[in-house]
């Protein structure tokens, strides 16, 4: 197929993109390139690349294309509450005029990331027991293993939506409208990815598990913003880049405006698990909490039967530990520094950077 990806110069774009193009497929992008040059380590193999704002696409972006996979978004709860509005207006709004634009160039297949965020708080299921959910740390600084298996069943792609950031919202209203646009020439599918985590060469240090890696092992704290007892489903960069492909590749009486909450349901976590497992990994470090460290109202495990059931060519390749050893190999090769994590590769500090420069205009367009 010829693919068009949107955000391929992003943290998801650059681990997917080769697995396209590994594939045997006719890979393009499409980016604004405000994170081409958040490389760390080698960039990956180019592809013919329009710089746009998603913003900005027709259907002469999409025309002789069999399928688009749209990634490009302000792509987490800081970068989206910086300004509601234009979160709004990129993630819902440029995704449907995309969507549009690809409908009517005759593109078949549209494949869009949306996120197991729009579940929110994760109430909506059977709730389990809560005895023991709230086990303090032991004088070993390790936590006390609770007595339960969290605090609600694992949500269905059918549970009902809570979103509580604006990035949350988006996703579900870009799903509702997308799959207003389905007929018989035109395919959305949505792969609702777990919190995601791993090495890319555009790499985020704004993701929980990137992030206490590379305090552990740059500090030796793995330090929790949290008190950690959420449960949040975990997925690698690439087994999302593998799961795409696989719905890319999906016979469209399968996937037809479905949704597939994408990695595994074993690989739900509590977020102070987590971080004892990065402690176990990374010799020498220990579990610290920040200043005002609280609760997280995102809380939710996620069943992912789905599309093991109904995808068999994705089968996701990593665990939580692995992806844990990864990291820690691939911070230490490259020489990851703790300006680096705290600036370099984050992305609300990239945009605050670019408009201190003059670079970046109030909208987030580019200056000159």
């Not at 997917?16 to 193999?45: I, K, M, N, Q, S």
């Not at 409908?103 to 027991?129: H, I, K």
């Not at 059918?158 to 604006?166: E, I, K, R, S």
Request: aromatic share 6%.
């Amino acid at each position: 197929m010829r693919v068009l990806v949107t955000g391929h110069h992003g943290y998801l774009g650059s681990v997917l993109t080769p697995l396209l193009t590994a594939a045997g497929h006719e890979v393009a992008g499409l980016d604004t390139d405000l994170y081409a040059d958040r490389l760390l380590g080698p960039p990956p193999a180019e592809v013919p690349t329009t710089r746009m704002d998603v913003r900005d696409v027709g259907p002469e972006q999409c025309a002789g294309f069999d399928a688009v996979v749209h990634l490009a978004a302000l792509c987490n709860d800081p970068l989206g509450n910086l300004d509601p509005d234009l979160t709004v207006e990129i993630n819902h709004g440029a995704t449907l005029r995309l969507a549009r634009a690809a409908r009517a160039a005759g593109v078949p297949r549209f494949v869009f990331a949306s996120s197991c965020s729009l579940y929110g708080a994760g109430q909506q299921d059977t709730p389990l027991t809560d005895a023991g959910r709230f086990a303090p740390l032991t004088d070993a600084g390790r936590f006390a293993p609770l007595t339960d298996a969290g605090r609600f069943a694992p949500l269905t792609e059918d549970a009902g939506f809570a979103p509580l950031t604006v990035y949350g919202e988006t996703k579900v209203a870009a799903e509702r409208d997308l799959l207003a646009l389905a007929g018989d020439d035109f395919s959305p599918v949505f792969a609702r990815n777990a919190t995601a985590y791993g090495f890319s060469p555009r790499l985020r240090t704004d993701l929980v598990v990137n992030d206490l890696v590379a305090h552990a092992l740059l500090t030796g704290e793995v330090r929790l913003l949290s008190d950690g007892t959420a449960w949040r489903p975990l997925v690698h960069a690439e087994d999302i880049g593998q799961a795409m492909l696989a719905l890319l590749e999906a016979p469209r009486e399968v996937v037809h405006g479905r949704a597939y909450n994408v990695g595994t349901t074993g690989e739900n976590h509590l977020i102070r698990d987590v971080a004892t497992m990065v402690a176990e990994v990374v010799d020498g470090s220990r579990v610290t909490f920040a200043a005002g460290a609280g609760t997280d109202a995102r809380d939710y495990r996620v069943d992912c039967g789905r599309i093991a059931a109904e995808v068999p060519a994705f089968r996701p390749r990593w665990t939580l530990r692995k992806g844990i050893e990864e990291l820690v190999e691939a911070y230490r090769r490259h020489g990851l520094t703790l300006p680096d994590v705290r600036d370099r590769y984050q992305r609300l500090a990239r945009i605050r950077e670019l408009r201190a420069a003059g670079r970046l205009g109030p909208g987030l367009r580019w200056i000159g």
